[in-house]
């Protein structure tokens, strides 16, 4: 009889085993064909920083080297900066006339915009070898691991047209970043006693747009979010009881994440309070505890130490980055009246509102109510979260790695937004970089939002959110970026403000019309058909990470946000 009552459930495991496993290749796939969307949609050189970042992928393959932030980009690089539309943003950037942005592009004639395009095709692969004369390569400041790893696709397609290579860095990119799908999966895992949450908890951040635009270009960010989630799953195993030997792995990965960015600096305290709390409440086995973490530790600076101690001698700073090495030689006095005079509520909305829909280098943004709604979302998750912290305390070591990990990078953007006041005079910072921290952000907001919430509405928590995103998503598309890379809308005169666009300027816009502009300065590949593909891919795919999501949690909503394993 018991052995009959065991196959059994060994059988009903199995196949809940078997259909988790199909939602999650589901979901990566979901994710994948969203962000390849992305990737074809955004024109090029509209991603963050992206000249500059593909120039250093450049310089990589055709030197086997390291630039310095004051290299010039490829001549490549500065050339195609005079023929393509570029960002709001990159006006600014002091480039060499006639520069065009989507705005002035699109008023073009036809002939001068078809012409611009010839020569865009026509410029040599073999300037991507050959040293421009300006602007500078500003992103060189940046950890290497990224670059050097895409230096080896690029070497291999060195013939392809600039648009082409362009499109298969970013496709690259965007694979590399839903390696964090299994990861992130994983890390909910360990937090919740069921498949449900976790299943939930992948399905909204495959939904979410600012995540979407930060991958699908080039840009380290990909890399980061990867290696930032396998820390978050590594220092989750790690604090628990009698798991120690997992601080080596996260030491290793700390170190992997110190090559890829800057920012993981932010991380090493969050690793020594983790291995403090641990040691704290290891009792009598505090040794392999100790040992343990300084073997992580060991090995995460025998990993990156090189990186820093050349930052430390070519830029005067330690991380690298520019504004840093300047705010370096600063006193500690003039720091603290400086800070006096950050704004940091601005400082701190900028971080938010960029971390939600920004809309790309040109900065575009959404109605300011879908802002004020996502920030009544985030008041719920913070009051939720003190309140969760208030019952748990110290008892729960995945709460204590989280916050850890969370507070860290948020004390890490608080330090930028000061960064950037003394270099810059501005008080800001990038929300995007949040992306990083999106699975213990991710973790906190729902075990907050599931103290809050009642209980028997806990099950719509994890839909709704997705819902959310994927609303703003779809929107943000076919209101702002669609319209405004295809010249629908524009900036008004003497703004920085663009409108969406109405619902009568898009069915009166002509589909061939769409389709013609959004293939110029495009890989070949991008013909209307694969344009159309993706599109409808994409539609799907966000319209099933919805479905996911709602499927799995209203299939388990008797047991939604009660089976916490910490």
Not at 54 to 61: S, T
Not at 87 to 108: F, G, K, M, N, V
Not at 408 to 413: A, E, H, P, T, V
Not at 518 to 544: D, E, H, I, Q, R
């Amino acid at each position: 009889m018991y052995h009959n009552v065991g196959q059994a459930y060994e059988a009903a495991a199995e196949r809940v085993w078997m259909r988790v496993n199909k939602l999650l290749v589901l979901l990566w796939l979901c994710f994948i064909a969203r962000g390849s969307f992305y990737s074809a949609l955004l024109p090029i050189w509209e991603g963050y920083d992206e000249p500059s970042h593909f120039a250093f992928i450049q310089y990589v393959a055709a030197h086997k080297g390291l630039p310095v932030p004051v290299t010039p980009v490829s001549r490549e690089v500065q050339e195609s900066l005079q023929l393509v539309p570029l960002s709001w943003e990159q006006r600014l950037h002091a480039l060499t006339p006639p520069i065009y942005t989507q705005d002035s592009y699109w008023q073009l004639p036809e002939a001068s915009r078809r012409a611009l395009v010839e020569q865009e095709r026509a410029l040599p692969p073999s300037w991507g070898t050959q040293a421009g004369t300006a602007p500078a390569m500003y992103e060189a400041q940046q950890a290497p691991l990224y670059y050097w790893m895409m230096a080896v696709p690029l070497s291999l397609a060195s013939g392809w047209s600039l648009a082409a290579r362009v499109l298969l860095v970013r496709i690259l990119s965007v694979l590399l970043a839903s390696l964090f799908v299994p990861i992130a999966y994983t890390a909910a895992r360990r937090l919740f006693a069921d498949d449900a949450q976790p299943l939930g908890i992948v399905a909204v951040i495959a939904c979410m747009p600012e995540l979407m635009i930060d991958i699908s270009r080039v840009g380290n960010e990909s890399l980061a979010i990867v290696v930032y989630s396998i820390l978050t799953l590594l220092l989750l195993l790690a604090g628990e009881r009698g798991r120690s030997k997992w601080f080596v792995a996260a030491g290793v990965a700390l170190g992997v994440g110190l090559l890829t960015k800057a920012y993981f600096l932010f991380a090493v305290p969050a690793f020594l309070l983790v291995a403090l709390y641990s040691i704290w409440r290891s009792g009598g086995e505090r040794k392999p505890v100790v040992f343990n973490t300084a073997v992580g530790i060991g090995l995460a600076a025998l990993i990156s130490f090189g990186w820093y101690w050349r930052n430390h001698v070519v830029m005067g700073g330690w991380s690298g980055e520019q504004d840093a090495a300047l705010a370096s030689h600063i006193t500690l006095r003039h720091l603290i009246i400086a800070a006096g005079h950050v704004n940091w509520i601005g400082g701190i909305a900028s971080v938010l509102i960029s971390h939600t829909w920004f809309g790309g280098w040109s900065f575009l943004k959404l109605p300011r109510l879908i802002y004020v709604v996502f920030a009544l979302g985030m008041a719920a998750a913070f009051f939720g979260l003190v309140k969760t912290v208030l019952k748990c305390g110290l008892k729960s070591g995945s709460l204590v790695v989280l916050l850890s990990l969370y507070g860290s990078f948020w004390i890490g953007l608080l330090c930028g937004v000061l960064v950037l006041y003394i270099a810059r005079g501005v008080s800001a910072s990038c929300g995007w970089y949040m992306y990083a921290v999106i699975v213990p952000e991710m973790l906190l907001v729902t075990w907050a939002l599931y103290s809050v919430v009642p209980k028997r509405w806990c099950w719509i928590v994890l839909p709704g959110m997705a819902a959310a995103f994927a609303a703003i998503d779809v929107y943000g598309v076919l209101a702002l970026l669609l319209p405004y890379y295809t010249g629908i809308i524009s900036h008004l005169p003497g703004s920085d403000i663009v409108r969406p666009a109405k619902v009568l300027q898009l069915l009166n816009a002509e589909p061939h019309l769409l389709l013609d502009r959004l293939m110029a300065n495009k890989a070949a590949v991008l013909v209307p058909w694969v344009l159309g593909f993706l599109f409808v891919t994409y539609c799907v795919s966000t319209a099933v990470a919805v479905a996911v999501s709602y499927g799995v949690m209203r299939r388990d909503k008797a047991n939604a946000g009660f089976g916490l394993n910490a």
